[in-house]
């Protein structure tokens, strides 16, 4: 058989932990030379064992992401394939979080990996070739209780995929999109924080705790599916001669999908507050109401899966 990866080189982001790092070892067992990239390198020392090769990257730094993308061209002359994976889930209710917060939920989520994909894209036009994997989520398709900005960035991602899928077909690059459900990872326990930081007291305490209980909670880790399935999802398209544009994957990706499709606006909403656990109605403590916009004048950026 001949090995049509010989020679191509992918740069996975967020290729620190979960579905980055099972990426990154999926594809160098395919055949790809793997630059890893991520801001925390020395947790990736560990991938060199499978001649991956990490280098350091922050998406919400220009100049580091320019540096990297240059440093990928000096080494091999090329980049086919791009894994945006870099990304992070701020939870917590609209009212509450800090508009700082919330751009830079944008800031790693969306800007990062548009910015990354402009980088990339001279040196795929030039090939004339290339796959664009960008990760989006279930949640770019449906809602959930106070994951109000966390959804818009996935929306948004969602969005600009099917764009650039229109712009790119005539320079033969592919654009395809991974829609994973419930993973197994660092993410949970990330946004469990986030949504505890902001709004576990106060007048949206009740969905809240709820939601920090329920993205937490044990049963929930257990139902979800293990980062190499998407792995080897990702690796699988990338190697298509004719991708799908979209792979829904993972522990309730497909069904949540298609209720969200299904399902009346309303009967969806009643159906998410039922699986989260939050209340439809409760009394509003009204000493609490201001709560939030005493709480908060702005807050640093948190941490994220990189």
């Not at 947790?43 to 919400?60: F, K, Q, Y």
């Not at 924080?193 to 007291?201: I, P």
């Not at 293990?226 to 544009?245: D, S």
């Amino acid at each position: 058989m001949i090995n049509t990866t010989a020679g191509k080189v992918a740069l996975v982001t967020g290729a620190s932990s979960g579905i980055g790092e099972a990426t990154a070892l999926e594809l160098a067992k395919a055949g790809y030379t793997v630059y890893a990239a991520a801001r925390r390198v020395e947790r990736m020392n560990h991938l060199t064992e499978s001649g991956i090769r990490p280098i350091s990257m922050d998406v919400t730094d220009d100049s580091s992401m320019q540096a990297a993308v240059e440093k990928i061209i000096a080494d091999t002359g090329r980049i086919d394939v791009l894994v945006n994976n870099a990304g992070y889930g701020s939870y917590g209710a609209l009212e509450d979080v800090p508009m700082d917060e919330a751009r830079y939920q944008f800031e790693v989520n969306v800007f990062g990996a548009a910015r990354l994909t402009q980088l990339v894209l001279p040196h795929m036009r030039k090939n004339r070739s290339g796959k664009i994997v960008n990760i989006t989520s279930m949640g770019g398709k449906i809602h959930t209780p106070l994951g109000a900005w966390y959804h818009a960035t996935k929306f948004a991602l969602e969005a600009i995929s099917d764009c650039l899928r229109l712009e790119l077909k005539p320079f033969g690059i592919d654009v395809i999109v991974i829609e994973p459900g419930g993973i197994r990872s660092e993410w949970a326990d990330i946004a469990a924080d986030k949504v505890r930081a902001v709004s576990s007291d106060g007048p949206y305490a009740p969905q809240g705790n709820a939601v920090a209980s329920s993205l937490s909670s044990e049963s929930n880790q257990r139902r979800s599916s293990p980062p190499e399935l998407i792995a080897r999802t990702i690796a699988k398209a990338v190697q298509a001669h004719k991708p799908q544009t979209r792979y829904a994957v993972g522990f309730g990706a497909k069904p949540m999908i298609f209720l969200h499709d299904v399902l009346p606006d309303r009967t969806f909403d009643a159906f998410m507050r039922r699986t989260v656990g939050v209340p439809s109605n409760y009394p509003t403590d009204a000493s609490n109401s201001t709560a939030a916009s005493v709480r908060y004048g702005g807050s640093s950026p948190a941490s994220r899966r990189s």
